[in-house]
């Protein structure tokens, strides 16, 4: 099965006068906000086109979650003439420790006064995952509010109108600014694009869904996370589990997603379970929990979970003698926590078990009304 880079080599040639953006262009717009764009800042390069250099691309993709797929997908953006004279300005990025923040954002020019905002998803970062579950807790995280800072100085800089997309927590920032702009700015939002991204834990306008779009795997986790919404897209994925986060992963049949009805089983337990579990957590336990948990993976100095993996034996001997000396109070609050999440998966399997039965109950009923010859 095709994926969207597949889509860029056949539909490569057909502008967008000829076939509109669609969501597989967002998709993809979205997955570039992971290039290291900084590289690029003293050179004079600013067009898709000009990254036709293969030790320039290899340079950009450095460290992405797929850098193997990533530099393909540039390099057949390139030449692409739908997508090689897309320029891109206003990098911007941020990490700040001390705030728990890591944001970034890029400005794509698509077409006449046409831009594509797109915001860079969750790395592999200890700290942009914390931030990410500080959503937990948070009216709003720093990322969410320098996204909206960032959409208003763009939509100052430039006439025109615009589209909003990110992958993950990427997403989720596009969705927020939707919902927190001023009603002069939203007017000028075409679409925003939450791929696979977290939800916002809040009620949203209808106005406001018919500016999102959302686009989750069958096997979707991040993406139903605080997701109170019904109003996504589910996609076929050729991955299992967890890798259908990857978009790289997505089935592509000519110019559109291959799409399912619902997502499986598995989402659907997790996803309810996770809900169980939130629920029945005041805010000031899930920030002294995460608070806590992070506070050990600090102590190990590791920036990235891949270095907690690296030698993992000596970080579980580590997290072992940290979570020794830990405080009475945080011990009892890790207990209480954790017992909590094994009841909510609990008490969801026993649910789905017994809605189960009552179906195939229901069914049988049904099948012996249609057959019996007494009726």
Not at 365 to 374: D, E, L, R, S
Request: charged share 20%; with cysteine.
């Amino acid at each position: 099965m095709a994926n969207m880079i597949d889509y860029v080599r056949s539909f490569g040639n057909v502008s967008f006068s000829a076939a509109p953006f669609n969501e597989i262009d967002g998709v993809i717009l979205s997955q570039l906000a992971y290039l290291n764009f900084e590289c690029l800042n003293d050179s004079n390069i600013r067009t898709l086109k000009r990254l036709n250099n293969i030790k320039t691309v290899q340079e950009i993709v450095k460290g992405t979650w797929n850098p193997t797929a990533n530099l393909d997908l540039v390099i057949a953006l390139s030449s692409s003439n739908r997508f090689k004279n897309i320029s891109w300005s206003d990098w911007k990025t941020r990490l700040d420790h001390k705030s728990e923040e890591q944001f970034s954002a890029v400005t794509f020019l698509i077409d006449n006064q046409l831009y594509f905002i797109s915001y860079r998803g969750t790395t592999a970062t200890t700290i942009d995952w914390k931030e990410d579950l500080n959503m937990t807790f948070m009216d709003a995280i720093p990322s969410q509010k320098s996204a909206l800072r960032y959409f208003n100085e763009i939509s100052s800089k430039y006439r025109g109108n615009f589209i909003l997309g990110g992958h993950s927590k990427g997403g989720n920032l596009a969705a927020y600014v939707v919902t927190h702009s001023s009603n002069d700015n939203k007017h000028r939002i075409i679409h925003a694009f939450s791929v696979d991204g977290p939800g916002l834990n809040e009620p949203i306008s209808g106005f406001d869904r018919q500016i999102i779009r959302k686009l989750i795997p069958e096997a979707s986790i991040i993406g139903l996370l605080l997701e109170p919404e019904t109003n996504y897209q589910v996609v076929e994925s050729v991955a299992k589990g967890f890798k259908q986060h990857d978009p790289f992963s997505w089935n592509v049949y000519q110019n559109q997603f291959v799409t399912l009805t619902s997502v499986n089983e598995l989402s659907d337990h997790t996803h309810n379970s996770v809900n169980r579990w939130l629920n029945s957590l005041d805010e000031q336990t899930r920030q002294e929990f995460l608070d806590s948990l992070f506070a050990l993976f600090k102590e190990t100095n590791s920036i990235k979970f891949s270095e907690l993996s690296h030698d993992w034996q000596q970080t579980l001997k580590l997290l072992i003698t940290e979570l020794g000396d830990v405080n009475l109070e945080t011990k009892n609050n890790w207990r209480f926590v954790t017992n909590q999440l094994v009841s909510s998966f609990a008490a969801e399997f026993k649910y789905s078990i017994r809605n189960d039965l009552q179906n195939k109950q229901s069914a049988l009923i049904a099948k012996v009304k249609q057959t019996h010859p007494f009726k």
